[in-house]
C-alpha cells in the first residue's frame, strides 16, 4: 500500500468518525442515547429483509451518481451536474418504455430502456463537457444551470404531455421493460443492483487497464504534462464528462425500471447531490464508490428504521454532515500529498 492510499484510507476514516460523532452528539440533543440508536439502526436494517432492500435500493442509483463523480473527478472536473443527468434518464427511460408494445419481449425492451437512460444522460454530460473544452465556461456553473433547466423543462414536459388522469405519474412502462425484484420483505430492490454492480467493475478496469484509463488520469493530475506528452486534453476531458453523464443517466434505472415502472415528477430527486458525497467519500476509486454508496444508503434507510425514537430530520442533517466531513478531509489530504513531494 502506497503512502499516498494510506493518506486516503485515514481521510475516509476521519470522515466517518467525525460524521458518527456529530451523529451522536444531535442524539443527545434529542435527548436519546446515541449508542442505543445506533445499535437499534444497525439490528433493525440487518435484521429485516424489507430494510436490507432498501439500503440495496438506495445504493444502487447512489452508486451510478457517485461514479459519475469520480469519473470526472478523474480528469480534474467537476460534475455537479448528476441530478440533472439523471432526470433526463428518468424521462428518456420511462417514455421510451411507455411507447414500447405492450408485448414487447425482455430481451428487446429493457436494453432499449436502459440505453434511452444511459444516452439521455449522456447528452447531458456531453453538453457540459464541449461548453468547458471549447468556450472555457465553468463546468460547475453550466451543471448547476443545466440541472435547473432540466427540471424546468421537465416539469413542462409532465404537465404538458406526461401527466395521466389529473396526477403526476406517467404512462406505465411495457411489462417486458421492468426489472424484476429481488424479492427481499417486499422491499423495492431489484435486479437494477446488478447494473451498479457492472458499471463499479467496468470503471474499474477502464481506469486501470485501458490507455485511456491512463490519459483521462494523467489529465486530472496535470493537464500540461498530459499535453506534454501528445495526449488531446480536450477530447478526454469531453468523453469523460460524456461517460460521466451515462453513468448518471443509468441512475434511472432502479427507480423507473425497478420500482415505479412509470415516470413520475421527483423521482430520484437528490440522488445526484448525493452522488458528490459518494464520489468523494469513496476517494474516486470505483470500489470505494462502491463501499461509500453503501454507506449512505445504510444511513438513509436506517433513519427511516429508527424514525420511532429520533426526527427522521436529524438523519437528514447528518447527511449533510457527512458531505462536510468529507470536504474538510480532501482538503487534509492534499495538503498532506503536497507536503510529502
Known amino acids: 500500500m ?67 463523480v469520480s469519473v470526472a473527478l478523474d480528469a480534474g472536473l467537476y460534475n455537479i451536474g448528476g441530478e440533472g443527468q439523471l432526470t433526463a434518464g428518468v424521462v428518456a427511460c420511462s417514455v421510451v418504455g411507455a411507447a414500447l408494445p405492450m408485448s414487447a419481449p425482455a430481451i428487446l425492451a429493457l436494453p432499449v430502456c436502459i440505453l434511452a437512460a444511459a444516452a439521455a444522460g449522456a447528452a447531458v454530460g456531453f453538453a457540459i463537457g464541449v461548453a468547458r473544452v471549447t468556450r472555457g465556461a465553468n463546468e460547475v456553473i453550466t451543471s448547476v444551470m443545466l440541472n435547473a433547466n432540466i427540471a424546468g423543462v421537465t416539469l413542462w414536459l409532465g404537465n404538458t404531455v406526461l401527466f395521466r388522469g389529473g396526477t403526476t405519474r406517467g404512462a406505465a ?105 459518494v464520489g468523494l467519500l469513496g476517494r474516486q476509486h470505483p470500489i470505494g464508490v462502491g463501499v461509500a454508496a453503501l454507506a449512505l444508503g445504510f444511513l438513509s434507510s436506517g433513519g427511516l428504521a429508527v424514525s420511532d425514537r429520533v426526527p427522521k430530520e436529524l438523519i437528514e442533517m447528518l447527511l449533510g454532515i457527512v458531505v462536510l466531513a468529507v470536504a474538510c478531509s480532501a482538503a487534509w489530504v492534499r495538503r498532506r500529498n503536497a507536503e510529502a513531494v
Open 2 to 68: 502506497t503512502a499516498a492510499t494510506k493518506r486516503e484510507l485515514q481521510a475516509v476514516a476521519i470522515a466517518l468518525l467525525v460524521s458518527i460523532a456529530a451523529g451522536s452528539a444531535l442524539m443527545l440533543l434529542a435527548g436519546k442515547a446515541p449508542g442505543t440508536i445506533w445499535w437499534l439502526m444497525i439490528t433493525r436494517t440487518t435484521g429485516d429483509p424489507y430494510a436490507l432492500g432498501q439500503v440495496l435500493y438506495k445504493a444502487t442509483a447512489l452508486a451510478l451518481t457517485g461514479l459519475a
Open 173 to 277: 412502462i411495457a411489462p417486458g421493460a421492468e426489472l424484476p425484484s429481488l424479492g427481499l420483505g417486499g422491499s423495492s430492490a431489484s435486479v437494477a443492483l446488478f447494473i451498479a454492480i457492472a458499471a463499479v467493475i467496468a470503471v474499474y478496469w477502464l481506469r486501470a487497464y485501458t490507455t485511456w484509463g491512463q490519459a483521462l488520469r494523467a489529465v486530472g493530475r496535470d493537464v500540461d504534462a498530459a499535453r506534454s506528452v501528445g495526449i488531446d486534453v480536450g477530447r478526454v476531458q469531453i468523453v469523460a464528462m460524456t461517460v460521466a453523464g451515462a453513468l448518471a443517466g443509468l441512475a434511472a434505472t432502479p427507480f423507473v425500471l425497478g420500482h415505479k415502472h412509470a415516470f413520475e415528477e421527483g423521482l430520484g430527486r437528490g440522488v445526484g447531490f448525493l452522488g458528490i458525497a
